[in-house]
């Protein structure tokens, strides 16, 4: 059997799982059968790795729970996002189990809950139960699974997280019910040039290519070139048992002329460190392409703890007139595994390259690559193609790197100065970069339509900031351009925006981030005299929008046992729901997936009676009332 590094756990680790007998564990929704799974913990999601298991339930709400084993109930968590009805149990060997997307608790858990929602008159609720008020025995029933919180489908998310609250990979313990014997999937391999001198068959950039499958191992279907510091990326997946599901390859290792540069074991992660996924992954064709490529090389400002490398990083370095091979090997919590190996060939880089599919330029553009501004011009005489940049009232003389067939390729390192614009046969392009930010350091800009507040450490790498202001005078809408989404943000930055159109109705106007497709989305914000000050972990465009229009409310059942309404907010969305009998409050659950409230009594045998009031506030501030009697 092939040796995985998945396997080995450590002196931590190990001590833990001595604790921890064949067994300690039961499966918590359909013990005894076959059980398949949508999501595997490490998982890359867009924002964060996955915590835990995500186990299928044949597409209904309404299956059983079970404890895993013995122990109290620590925390209950009832919110309409994230986990939505979710149960915490701390077991005697310090671990605690989680599981989330119930759509109900059992009777007894239930009704504590009820009590405490009445009480502080809220839907959302977090509770910590005494250490003694609900000992839960092993096979135990607990609640149903459903489909609450931010959940897209009807599934149990369940986790095992040790006694540091750091979720663990519950396929850990072998778990009958999980069957395995696919090995992880292969798509594509990228090539990165890590700096100004280095080389993908003569280019300068970012690379992919398509990888085959020859016999047992994938290859690469075409011969490649490369020179200098090179990052080597990954697109992978794998699938279980029953499930077309393409989940998380959680140990991916490389070698690199027999020695090993690059190793990562995804099997604890704190959840402070769960959005540095960004920086894990290529962020750039993350956002747009939709692709999760995992780097084998640590970005820097990558702090995540379940890396391995050489000295440099992960990142391997080719001379010219050399042979170099690269093995990678990846492996699933089963030990299925799966190697892709290609031989990556040392040439020095031409300044003039002849590509038969390459259609060349015709006007002059440009691109922002590591730390690095790359253009591209048609070349347009005989003469040695060059190009004037002109950076903090200096001009600069810049040769081309090379060409390709009738294009020059200029390349000009950022940290030499932004450049401001360049001359190129009478022709001039302008630029729009206005402040490099560090990466580590607070930092402060203050610009004609808007000032930016950075944090210390709020971003993972220094961002060559841009920023753009454009008035459609026909909407009445002007928007502020912050960055191209590229650079990912660790924690919130703070944004103010200096509008020149004067909104009369400060209440009710708001940011908004627009997509490619101009769809807003609410981000707040607060006004201070004329400017608006909000906060954002993403780039972007944004916009101020006034939100006038009233929520909606339609009542769908209403009767002395049952209340069901839906309701929506077409602009802002909603902030508050507040429903009252006879000046009562009463609790109603919040499915915002479907727009649903429906009434949950205090006493079930109590029939509603009496005069209905319900209130809808939406983050705009607009009220909408229903009224009527029961």
Not at 20 to 27: E, H, R, T, V
Not at 298 to 306: H, I
Not at 397 to 410: L, R
Not at 450 to 477: G, M, N, R
Request: glycine letters at 6%.
């Amino acid at each position: 059997m092939t040796f995985s590094p998945c396997l080995g756990w450590g002196q931590e680790k190990a001590s833990l799982e001595s604790s921890q007998p064949k067994g300690y564990y039961l499966f918590p929704i359909r013990p005894g059968d076959q059980n398949f799974l949508s999501g595997t913990m490490g998982e890359l999601r867009p924002t964060h790795f996955h915590a835990g298991i995500d186990i299928k339930t044949l597409g209904v709400e309404g299956l059983e729970v079970y404890a895993s084993s013995n122990g109290y109930l620590s925390r209950i968590k009832v919110s309409s996002g994230g986990y939505g009805n979710a149960l915490y149990i701390l077991h005697p060997n310090g671990t605690t189990t989680v599981y989330a997307h119930l759509q109900r608790f059992n009777q007894a858990i239930a009704d504590y809950v009820r009590k405490a929602q009445y009480k502080k008159e809220s839907f959302e609720i977090e509770l910590y139960p005494e250490k003694d008020q609900f000992f839960l025995k092993k096979g135990e029933k607990i609640g149903y699974s459903g489909n609450s919180g931010s959940s897209s489908g009807a599934h149990l998310h369940f986790e095992i997280r040790d006694s540091q609250q750091r979720p663990i990979n519950p396929l850990k313990h072998n778990f009958s019910e999980i069957r395995d014997n696919i090995a992880p999937e292969v798509r594509k391999i990228a090539f990165r040039t890590m700096d100004k001198n280095s080389r993908i068959n003569g280019q300068y950039g970012r690379f992919e290519f398509r990888v085959i499958k020859n016999g047992a191992k994938y290859t690469l279907p075409v011969p490649v070139t490369a020179y200098g510091n090179i990052g080597v990326e990954i697109l992978t997946h794998d699938k279980l048992n029953g499930a077309h599901n393409r989940n998380g390859v959680p140990c991916i290792e490389m070698s690199f002329d027999g020695a090993q540069v690059f190793q990562q074991n995804i099997d604890r992660f704190k959840f402070s460190e769960t959005r540095s996924i960004l920086i894990h992954t290529d962020y750039q064709t993350s956002r747009e392409k939709g692709q999760r490529f995992v780097k084998m090389y640590v970005d820097s400002g990558n702090e995540l703890p379940f890396y391995e490398t050489n000295q440099s990083k992960g990142i391997i370095k080719i001379a010219k007139d050399s042979t170099h091979s690269v093995l990678i090997n990846l492996w699933d919590m089963y030990n299925n595994h799966t190697q892709v190996a290609f031989e990556l060939k040392g040439t020095e880089p031409s300044n003039t390259l002849r590509l038969t599919n390459y259609k060349g330029t015709s006007k002059i553009s440009y691109s922002l690559i590591n730390n690095n501004l790359m253009v591209k011009a048609p070349v347009v005489s005989q003469e040695v193609p060059c190009v004037y940049l002109y950076s903090n009232r200096m001009r600069y003389q810049v040769d081309h790197a090379y060409t390709i067939n009738q294009t020059a390729v200029f390349l000009w390192d950022m940290d030499q100065g932004l450049p401001d614009s360049l001359l190129y046969d009478d022709k001039k392009l302008t630029f729009n970069y206005k402040a490099l930010i560090p990466g580590a350091t607070t930092f402060n800009y203050f610009g004609e339509h808007l000032e930016l507040q950075i944090p210390s450490k709020a971003l993972f790498d220094t961002v060559f900031l841009t920023s753009d202001y454009k008035l459609d005078s026909s909407k009445h809408q002007e928007q502020f351009v912050i960055c191209r989404d590229i650079y990912p943000i660790r924690k919130n930055i703070n944004v103010t925006l200096k509008p020149r159109l004067k909104y009369p109705d400060h209440q009710r106007t708001a940011v908004y981030s627009l997509d490619k497709r101009g769809n807003a989305a609410y981000s707040g914000g607060r006004w201070d005299g004329e400017k608006v000050r909000f906060k954002t972990r993403y780039w972007g465009t944004f916009t101020l929008l006034t939100d006038s229009i009233m929520p909606e409310i339609k009542p769908l059942i209403l009767n002395s046992d049952k209340l069901v309404f839906r309701i929506k907010d077409a602009l802002s969305g909603i902030k508050k729901y507040e429903l009252e009998i006879d000046g009562k409050w009463v609790l109603m659950k919040y499915d915002y997936k479907k727009n649903i409230i429906r009434s949950e009594k205090i006493e079930p045998k109590t029939p509603f009676k009496g005069a209905l009031r319900l209130k809808i506030t939406d983050n705009a501030g607009n009220v909408k009332n229903y009224s009527t009697n029961l």
